[in-house]
């Protein structure tokens, strides 16, 4: 690159610098709602929280960088058109072509950016950060070590703790089991005290609960009577008794989404995996894009770049160019994902994806390889910059030309 083009790609990089770091603040805050409950209630602490936080960091530049280098694209060429750095790279005989090759270099620069993000980042951080999750739900011990709290560590079980020594052991427990097991009856709900009691791992990774000394109630079948089994401790046995706090053994293996998988897993699925039309739709929408978006890095900048390049210069501002400039780049952008949403019901219209940001580079490069910006006057908009061909002398020169062609006759 030039010394032009240089200076022009070092402006874009600043502001997308600042704009990916508030735009990753604001978009990071709508996402991380849902592993900040999962956290919370579980009780977590902050490194896992930060785990998440980090886990879930390439799903929101995958957004980020592209509303990014849009925006930065508009605010850089603005303040550049605004301090006439255009207008006299303009003037002084530049394209707009050229002056358009560091926004192509920019939008390369974020297309190979998001392609690293989209193709392998986002489905390893998402399979990871939902095995994560697994395993934080799962466990049950962090659950529990709260005191004076009633719990709900497993769905349909309530527990209350009512003190916890410093060695771990629990003081005062209620329980209440009303959990249901898959494919029989619902039973009536086990209530259990004790006076003491701890969390334990068998060697299959079950979590129980072992209690001593309390009691076991819980209604007959028909719901009339009432009965009770005592565990306490005495001289011959020690009184206790041990609950499951798994979900009844479930342990089938958790079903991977499409943002969990890579392209090769999306597009030619496993017929084992995608099953019914829903499936295939949703797995080849995902795996396209994955692939699309980082076009995507590289048509909304050229297209801010068109619409500010294209139009009037005028002293007053060009607030109007800033919003074509603006509402184009985000309509191109939610057109991607209506797309997206259009293969997931027919998965025979995925080329459409990659059609809607490859149109949209066609059409900047036309508007962008027209003679420079237009300057209004009274006479009518006039040219800033080469309105011939390269090949073809400019009328300043066939005029100098002239000139010196009469002052020779005249010698």
Known sequence: MQTLERYIFRQLLGPLGFFTLVLTGVVWLTQSLRILDVVVNN??????????????????????????????????????????EIIAALAGGASKMRLARPVLM????????????????????????????????????????????FLNPIGG????????????????????DARKEKGKPAKQPVVYTAKRGLVATRPDGTPVLVMYDGQRLQLTEDGKRLTRLDFYTDADREGRIVLELDVFGDRAV?????????????????????????????????????????????????VAAAALFSAAFSRRGMGGAVAIALIAGAG????????????????????????????????????????????????????????????TPSAARRMDDAQRHREQARS
Do not use: C
């Open 43 to 84: 009780g977590q602490g902050a490194q896992v929280l930060l785990e998440f936080s980090a886990l879930l960091l390439p799903v929101v530049l995958s957004i980020v960088l592209q509303l990014g280098g849009l925006i930065a694209t508009v605010y850089a060429l603005h303040r550049l058109i605004s301090e006439s």
């Open 106 to 149: 920019f939008g390369m620069a974020l297309s190979v950016s998001l392609s690293a993000i989209t193709v392998y980042l986002m489905p390893t951080s998402a399979r990871m950060l939902s095995e994560r999750m697994a395993e934080v739900r799962g466990d049950i011990a962090a659950g529990l070590i709260r005191d004076g709290r």
């Open 332 to 391: 191109i952008r939610v057109f991607g994902i209506a797309m997206k949403n259009a293969t997931t019901g027919a998965p025979e219209l995925w080329p459409l994806m990659y059609l809607t940001p490859l149109a949209a580079i066609a059409v900047a490069i036309y508007f962008l390889m027209q003679s420079g910006m237009r300057r209004p006057s009274r006479s009518g908009p006039t040219r800033l910059g080469p309105t011939t061909s390269p090949k």
């Open 254 to 302: 958790r079903s991977r989404k499409a943002s969990e998988r890579y392209f090769w897993e999306l597009i030619w699925p496993d017929p084992a995996v995608a099953r019914t039309p829903k499936d295939i739709g949703k797995f080849t929408a995902e795996g396209h894009e994955q692939l699309s978006a980082p076009l995507y890095g590289i048509a909304l900048p050229l």
């Open 157 to 176: 079980l309530t527990v209350y703790i009512r003190e916890i020594t410093s060695s771990g052991e629990m003081l005062g427990i209620l329980v209440q």
